[in-house]
Nanobody, 122 residues
Framework: VQLQASGGGLVQAGGSLRLSCATS????????MGWFRQAPGKEREFVAG????????YYADSVQGRFTISRDNAEKTAYLQMNALKPEDTALYYC????????????????WGQGTQVTVSS
C-alpha cells in the first residue's frame, strides 16, 4: 500500500493550492480517503474526508467553505483543493485511507502517505 501526497508549497494568505494523493497497492475505490494536517507543536488533526463514491464529503469546521476534497477512482487519486488559505493552515498535510466511513479519527485510517508541507505567509 502506497500513498504519495504532493502539491504543497509556499503561498501567500488568500492564495490557493491543490494537493494530490496518488495511491497504489490497494483497491482505491473501496476505501474512504481523508486528509489530515499537523502543525509544529500541535497534534495531528482531521481536515477532510470523502466516501468511496465521492458523494459524502466531510470537513473540519476550520476549513468548511474553503477546502474541497474530491477523488478520481479511475486515477486512484484523491485531491484537496485549498482556497482562501490562512497562515493558520500552515502544516504538514497527510492523506490517508480507511476501510470504513466512520468518525474520521486518525485511528480509523490504517494507511498513510508521507506528507506534503503547506506554508501560508501573512
Amino acid at each position: 500500500v502506497q500513498l504519495q501526497a504532493s502539491g504543497g508549497g509556499l503561498v501567500q494568505a488568500g492564495g490557493s493550492l491543490r494537493l494530490s494523493c496518488a495511491t497504489s497497492g490497494f483497491t482505491f475505490s473501496r476505501y474512504v480517503m481523508g486528509w489530515f494536517r499537523q502543525a509544529p507543536g500541535k497534534e495531528r488533526e482531521f481536515v477532510a474526508g470523502i466516501s468511496w463514491s465521492g458523494g459524502r464529503p466531510y470537513y473540519a469546521d476550520s476549513v468548511q467553505g474553503r477546502f474541497t476534497i474530491s477523488r478520481d477512482n479511475a486515477e486512484k487519486t484523491a485531491y484537496l483543493q485549498m482556497n482562501a488559505l490562512k497562515p493558520e493552515d500552515t502544516a504538514l498535510y497527510y492523506c490517508a485511507a480507511a476501510a470504513t466511513y466512520g468518525s474520521m479519527r486518525s485511528a480509523d485510517f490504517a494507511s498513510w502517505g508521507q506528507g506534503t508541507q503547506v506554508t501560508v505567509s501573512s
